[in-house]
Every structure is written in C-alpha cells, then in structure tokens.
Antibody, heavy 123, light 108 residues
Framework: EVQLVESGGGLVQPGGSLRLSCAASGFTFSSYDMHWVRQATGKGLEWVSGIGTAGDTYYPGSVKGRFTISRENATNSLYLQMNSLRAEDTAVYYC?????????????????WGQGTLVTVSS | SYELTQPTSVSVSPGQTARITCSGDALPKQYAYWYQQKPGQAPVLVIYKDNERPSGIPERFSGSGSGTTVTLTISGVQAEDEADYYCQSVDSSNTYLVFGGGTKLTVL
C-alpha cells in the first residue's frame, strides 16, 4: 500500500524558515517524480514544487528562490526547505507522487497524496 | 502565467448528471486531470489523461474534452459525490503544473 506521511509543519514567524519532510513507503520511491502541493484554508490547490527521478527540480514563480525541494532515495524521503516565509505561505502542504517521465512521454499528475502538514506563518 | 478556469459551483439532484467544465488555452495539447476532495481529506485522482479512470473509481465518473475546454461528467450522482473538484494540467512547455480554482458540487 502506497503511503506518504508529511511532517515538520508548525508555527513560524514571517521571514523565518521551516523544513518539511515526507516519508514514502509501499512503492519504489526512486522510480517516481515527487511534488509538494499546498492549500490555504478555504482555498484551492496550488502546486509548489516538483523533483524528477534524476533530481531535476521545478518551481512556480511564487516560491522560486525561496523554496528548495530535495529527495533522499536511500531513505525514501522527500523534503521541502522553505526560507523567507510570508503570511501568504500559510497552508496545508501535501506531498504527492507523480509518474516519472519516459523518453517518449511525460504525464504530470498526482496519483497518490499524503494527508498534509499545516504551516502557519504569523507573528 | 497559465490559468485554468472552472465554475465556482454546480448543483444537481441525486440520480441526475453533473458536468463540471475546465477551460485553458493549452488544453488542446496537454492532458487534463481531475481530483475529488472532500472536507478535511486529501485530494483523490478520479480522471487522468483526459478520460481514463484509476482503479477503484466508479464508472459514473468520466472525462471528455473539446478544444480549450474539458469536462468531468458524473452520471447518476450520489450523495457521496458531494465534494470539491479540481482540474489540473500543465503549461505548453510541459513544465509547470497548474490547478483550476475548484468547483463545489452540491447534491441537493
């Protein structure tokens, strides 16, 4: 059974940093792309970052330069280092699995999600 | 930046057909995906690659597309289908993922 368990959320002051973790199990972690998606209370979903099987990374403009996604295949772990946090980064952060790209196709979507961890940026 | 547009809400009676649309300029060239999210829960994939259903998703869920608009259709809506539904795709470079704003499906 595929399981994704996020941790590391909490309360942080504006301008501060936080590191989220996602523990994966039930599948060959190194063979899948992994992503972070967030959702502010009462709002929609927002893609935050992605990392491919080769370690290639992707970010939307809203977090580029402030957030860093990384993975450790030996421990089946995904991370999100968040720096220079702002009030608008307050949200539940989900870890999500995505199919990896092949030489001929690349389908970017999320087939499994964790339950999320809450990040609150406030003074 | 690339955007996907969904209606804010859709309401149907039990047993009727619900249709939720999603519009985006890149949809003729990029696949669309649909997620169902119930309160307090993580999203669940219900349609991938425009019209494919993951295992375990009921047959009443289907997807289709025409031009810059894709549609999630739920036939014979049940009370348990009441949820928020999000479309998702990628930009024309196939690099940046984007979600629609979400549609709240209410079963009357």
């Amino acid at each position: 059974e595929v399981q994704l368990v996020e941790s590391g959320g909490g309360l942080v002051q504006p301008g501060g940093s936080l590191r989220l973790s996602c523990a994966a199990s039930g599948f060959t972690f190194s063979s899948y792309d992994m992503h972070w998606v967030r959702q502010a209370t009462g709002k929609g979903l927002e893609w935050v970052s992605g990392i491919g099987t080769a370690g290639d990374t992707y970010y939307p403009g809203s977090v580029k330069g402030r957030f860093t996604i990384s993975r450790e295949n030996a421990t089946n772990s995904l991370y999100l280092q968040m720096n220079s946090l702002r009030a608008e980064d307050t949200a539940v952060y989900y870890c999500a699995r995505a199919p990896s790209c092949s030489s001929t196709s690349c389908y970017r979507y999320f087939d499994y999600w964790g339950q999320g961890t809450l990040v609150t940026v406030s003074s | 930046s690339y955007e996907l547009t969904q209606p804010t809400s859709v309401s149907v009676s039990p047993g009727q057909t619900a249709r939720i649309t999603c519009s985006g300029d890149a949809l003729p060239k990029q696949y669309a995906y649909w997620y169902q999210q119930k309160p307090g829960q993580a999203p669940v994939l219900v349609i991938y690659k425009d019209n494919e259903r993951p295992s375990g998703i009921p047959e009443r869920f289907s997807g289709s597309g025409s031009g810059t608009t894709v549609t999630l259709t739920i036939s014979g809506v049940q009370a348990e289908d009441e949820a928020d539904y999000y479309c998702q795709s990628v930009d024309s470079s196939n690099t940046y993922l984007v979600f629609g704003g979400g549609t709240k499906l209410t079963v009357l």
